[in-house]
């Protein structure tokens, strides 16, 4: 794999605030990485260092190998970018909004594939001024797409979108990742990042706390997967002595547990009409984003709340 | 060579298409001056200037309003227009894209150049078509130089100043109050205006009276060639404006 982003012990502040604290990760090409963090974690100050805005005040940051603030439009050919909030030329149409952004750039995604990916055909002729939220978004995407870039950053894309419009943009974001781009997106919606996120970072006073897939953010919360089956009582109760965790209840199990695999491995185990019964009745509800996410974040807190009165 | 003439080429058309679709542009840049011409000539169109017998105000009224039609488009217009595409992050967005920032800027300069210099044109056929007004045959070399200098002047000023704006609503009220005074006093409106020795010598610091003299020029029979200093003044200020806006112009918003 290689890697297509690197962000390096990045610092920024602002003033006396400081918003970033050597903050370190890294996306391989063909990723969707989240960016997921409260507000004010400095989610869109990290793009803003990756797309050449700002400087960092220490630390260093790589996009496609290339120093974002020095490479100019050498690596702006190579990057799309939907920011967070933007304009437009109100008084321009949005077909001739995507032609002029596809100049903008020596190998352009085809005009109609971009109104086909964002659903904007219908609206080609609409002036941009008379767009909804949503549709400008999708206009902020198609924007973003222009160019065929390799590396897309998305700041908050969905802010604003009705469920249909999330889903659109979702199946786009998906799509693009299908044709071998790589995705940073920064969101607060947790079923967002659970949804497109190959693996999430959540940002936490200005650091990334924790990085990795669902589970494994699951697992550095140290949550467990919610399991249930049924089984006879001898083989139940059993269980419930070699897995902590589980609780036995008649013929019924349920708890939570580190591994799922060495359970399942254990009801294989069972004669053979008790391990049918088990198979057949076994639910396994692995733990979500979001508890993963208050975990994580309700850690870092933890401090503060637990600061005597 | 050739892509970069045809990038500013079609960019500069972009930017004329977006101020000529905008109403509020269109109108402050043609409308404003010509109807104020219209008001002017109406007012003096025979009145005479202090004991002069060879000419009548509105022949020096038309290359004023010719000056405010510089002043309007290449300084007020761009000024605010680049403040409000700052504060609504179009320029941040433009700065994602390959476009080299120069040939952006520049094609905004050119797009001005068009635009002022229809304003202008327009002006001066107004003049002519209603009040007889025209600039004479010698006068020609100081119209030209009043008008390039004038316009590269004032839209490097318009540059300058549109860093300065932190948010669109301020930008009309800014670069308003940062001309129409010194263009009161400096006789665009009414060319036999009297003001004080110290004041005078103020004001033709300036750059306004500098274009105003320039324009003149053109107008008035008495005038000796092209008024050197005036140009002088044009050019030392275009210069000094272009090196403050390479230094202070700003793509993103103001964080504040």
Redesign the interface.
Known sequence: MTTVVEVDRVSRS?GAQSVLRELSFSIEQGEIFCLLGPNGAGKTTTLEIL?G?LEPDSGSVRVLGCDPLASG??L??R???V?Q????????RVGEMIE??R???DHPLAYDDILDLVGLRSDEAKLVRKLSGGQRRRLDFA??VA?DPEVIFLDEPTTGFDPEARARCWEAIVSLRELGKTILLTTHYLDEAERLGDRIAVLLDGAAGAIGSTQELAQLANLRATVSFQAPSKDAEQLAREFPGLDAASETVEGEVDEVRSLTRRLELLDEHASQRAFASLRVQPPSLEQAYLALVGRQSDPMDSTPQ | MMSILVRLG?QTK?EQ??FW??PDYAFFTLLLPLLLLALLGAVNSGDEIGDRTDINAIDLVVPGVVAFAVMVSAYANLASRLAV?RA???L??I??????PRAYLTAQLLSTLVTTLLASAATILLGFVAFDVSPRAEGVLALALGLVLGIICFAALGLALSSAISHADAAGPITHATYLPLALVSGVFDPSINIPGWLETLVSLFPVQALVELLVAAYDPTADGVPLGASLVLAIWGIGAIAIAMRTFS??PS?N
């Open positions: 602002f797309e805005f439009e050498a702006r050919r990057v799309g970018v920011l909030e933007s304009g437009f030329p109100k008084f321009f002029t952004w100049s903008y750039y924007l973003a160019g | 079609r972009l298409r977006a679709r905008n595409l609504d992050g179009v941040k967005r700065r994602t894209t390959p476009l080299d793509w993103v964080r």
